[in-house]
């Protein structure tokens, strides 16, 4: 597992801290994903499920968000976001997207 360390205090904005932490994990998620997959090259349905999982057992996202999320509805939230995500094309990587989006959804008042 990839090892999250506190960006610089210089930097100063901590929800921009939290952003950038929750992206690398969906990054890591994402990766991780991949390599259990790799037979099927990385497919699976059901990926929104065994992302929520990943992020709520085995990484920092309770940490970053201040508490354990239901895995429902993070997974739920994942689904919507993937379809946000593709009907929007944004121009952004999805991490970036999604992990703004995550942090409003269960910090709604912010960092």
């Not at 801290?17 to 994903?33: F, K, M, V, W």
């Not at 929520?52 to 976001?81: C, F, H, Q």
């Amino acid at each position: 597992m990839m090892n999250l360390r506190p960006l610089p205090a210089a930097r100063g904005n901590h929800v921009t801290d939290r952003l950038e932490q929750i992206s690398a994990l969906l990054h890591e998620a994402g990766e991780t994903h991949h390599r259990v997959f790799r037979i099927v090259d990385g497919a699976d349905d059901d990926w929104a499920s065994w992302y929520a999982w990943w992020l709520i057992n085995l990484s920092e996202l309770p940490d970053l968000l201040d508490g354990k999320p239901v895995r429902s509805e993070l997974t739920y939230l994942l689904v919507s976001l993937d379809k946000q995500y593709t009907a929007e094309a944004p121009g952004e990587p999805w991490e970036t997207y999604y992990a703004g989006r995550i942090l409003r959804h269960f910090r709604p008042s912010g960092g």
